[in-house]
């Protein structure tokens, strides 16, 4: 995926993991990791027990709508 692509509240995976978009910079995303549907696109951060985690441009390769199955 692009950068470009990326929306804050969009869902998308990285392997088999879904995250949710919390952030879009201008060379990174930052993202928490959909656990049991939480956090739905509805919640808004901050986030009481999810953790952010930053993709940089390197990581845009392997992150795509579909999950990634071996």
């Known amino acids: 995926m692009g950068h470009s692509e990326f929306e804050i509240g969009m869902a998308f995976y990285s ?3 879904l ?3 919390t952030d879009v910079g201008s060379r ?5 990791e ?3 549907g ?6 808004a ?4 027990d999810a953790v952010e985690i ?8 392997g992150l795509s ?3 990634i199955t071996d």
């Not at 930053?54 to 390769?61: A, I, K, P, Q």
Request: charged share 15%.
């Open 19 to 21: 995250w949710r978009c």
């Open 65 to 67: 709508r579909q999950p």
């Open 38 to 43: 939480y956090p739905t696109p509805h919640q």
């Open 54 to 61: 930053v993709f940089d441009e390197y990581d845009f390769g």
């Open 45 to 48: 951060p901050p986030f009481s």
């Open 28 to 32: 990174t995303i930052v993202a928490v």
């Open 34 to 36: 959909v656990k049991n």
């Open 15 to 17: 392997g088999a993991t």
